[in-house]
Structures are given as C-alpha cells and as structure tokens.
C-alpha cells in the first residue's frame, strides 16, 4: 500500500494539470480506488483532491510570479477552464487573488510533495478478529450528518438525544445477530473521508437478512462478507477515535487486507455510567488484498 500511494503521489506530479484515473491506477497497483483514496487521506490529513489542489497551486504561483504569461493562459495549463475557477483555487490555497500575488510576489503557501513510508512503531497494540458474516441488515433511526474527525460529533449526539428513551429499549429487543447490541452506524461515507462532508448515519441494531424492517425505522442491507474487528478501551470517544485512526497508518499497511465498500460500525460493549470511558468494537468491511 506505501509504495501504491508513492505511485499515485508520482502520477499526480507528472499530470498536474490533468484529470487523474485514480481507479485505473488503483487496479494496475493491485487494489482499489476506494481503499487508495481511504488509506490515503487517513495518511495524508487530507483528502486526495485538497492534495491535487494545493500542488497545482503551488506550481502555478511560481508561473504567476514570473510573470511571463497571462493568467488565463496559466489557469489552463494547470487544469482550468477560466481565470475565475483559478482565481477561486488560487485564492482558497494562497488566500490572495494571482494578480495581487504578482504585483506583490506574495502572500504564498507550499505544499511540499508527498512521500508516503512506513515507519513501526508498535505503539497502539491492535487486538484485532476477522469474521465472516452473512447477509445482514441495518434498522434504526438515520440521517445525514456532517462528519468530524475529532471529539464529539455534535449533530449525531443530537439525533441520538432526541429520541425517547423507550424507543432506545425497542431498539435493543429487535436486535438478533452480530453485531450485537445498540450500533453507531456510518454508511455513504465519501472515499477521502473530507471533513465535513455528509454521511448517512444510522442508530439502531443488527438483525437477519430475512428480519423487515419495523414501520417507523430506516434500513440499510448489508452483503455478506469480511469484517476486520478492532477493539479499544479507555476514554470516549479518544480511544475510538485513536483505534480508528490506527487502522489506517498501523493495520492495514502491515496487513493483506483491504478497506471494501460498506458501512462501518461501532458497538460499545461496556460504559461507566457518565460515558467518559468504554470499551467499543469497530467493525470494518475488508477483503483480501
């Protein structure tokens, strides 16, 4: 996975100002688009287009300061139609306009080029299962919420907040399969996993393929499939987040799987009272790599 992501990273300075087959690339590597975009915004700390842009930027900041050229003609060569699409890129990634920077030969910011390696350090231990799961299903209460990558998402804590807490007890007895027990449930999730674009997330449980979904409550069908489940303990939701993140930078470069399209759960298996410490298992959907 380091040397795909090098790759992609080499194809992206080749092609700055073209439109990149991340898919194609991703199947001569010997993966997938959506498993190269996940692992590499998770490594990144960026989505793989923000990447692109601040690149194409700051290349094409050195030909507005040169002045040799006129923008449009700039603007094309780096991928854009117009002086105004560029201007916005510009603009979002310099946070001045191109002719200010070239009357003023700044304000600019780099974006240095990527290199991705691996380095072991054996902090985070991973306990970790694979499991096969038949086809399953999803119900509950969902919406779309925005995601966030530290701390509390506010607008889920809401959702959760707002329903009764009967309805949390209903929840509970119609659960009959793995995973069991009441579920945070995120699906729809975009491949670079930008922050604060929407997802589908689902409060509810698992039940049988052949179990309907109950008047009043959403679905989501799950195939059969691998999972990889982590377990973490210790603070809520930090240890979570940690687990999750370690799956990424820890996991899944030293193992033979790959991330596959699907939901991704959490269950908590054990709380203290006030919810500032649990034990949780995050459910992955994987295939071999």
């Given amino acids: 996975m380091i040397s795909a992501l090098n790759r992609l990273v080499d194809l992206v300075e080749e092609r700055l100002g073209e439109e990149h ?8 590597l010997g993966t997938t688009g959506y498993h190269l975009r996940r692992m590499f915004s998770s490594l990144a700390g960026m989505p793989l ?7 194409r930027m700051t290349v094409a900041a050195a030909d507005v300061v040169r002045g040799q050229d006129d923008l449009l003609s700039i603007a094309v060569r780096h991928g854009y139609g117009s002086t105004e699409a560029f201007g916005r890129a510009f603009r979002a990634v310099h946070g001045a306009n191109p002719g200010d920077v070239r009357r003023h030969g700044g304000p600019l910011r780099t974006q240095p080029q990527l290199r991705f390696r691996l380095t072991v350090e054996g902090t985070i231990p991973m306990d970790t299962r694979i499991i096969d799961r038949p086809a399953f299903r999803l119900v509950g209460h969902a919406t ?12 889920i804590q809401e959702h959760i907040t707002a329903l009764p807490p009967e309805e949390h007890v209903r929840l ?3 659960g009959d399969t793995e995973p069991s027990g009441l579920l945070q449930v995120c699906d729809d999730l975009d491949p670079e996993a930008t922050e604060g674009s929407e997802l589908t997330y689902l409060h509810g449980v698992a039940v049988s393929s052949d179990t309907a979904v109950p008047d009043g409550l959403d679905g989501i069908e799950v195939p059969p499939g691998r999972w990889a ?27 033979p799987w790959r991330l596959r399209p699907g939901p991704s759960i959490v269950t908590v298996l054990d709380r203290t009272p006030d919810f500032t410490t649990a034990t949780c298992e995050l459910w ?5 790599a």
């Fill in 21 to 28: 087959d991340v898919d194609g690339l991703a199947r001569a």
């Fill in 49 to 55: 287009s923000e990447y692109v842009r601040r690149r």
């Fill in 144 to 155: 779309r919420v925005p995601l966030i990558h530290h701390g509390v998402n506010p607008h």
């Fill in 172 to 174: 509970k007895a119609l």
């Fill in 229 to 255: 489940v982590f377990r973490s303990t210790g603070p809520y939701p930090q240890s979570l987040q940690t687990t999750w993140a370690a799956t990424a930078t820890e996991w899944f470069p030293a193992n």
């Fill in 284 to 288: 992955l959907p994987v295939e071999p």
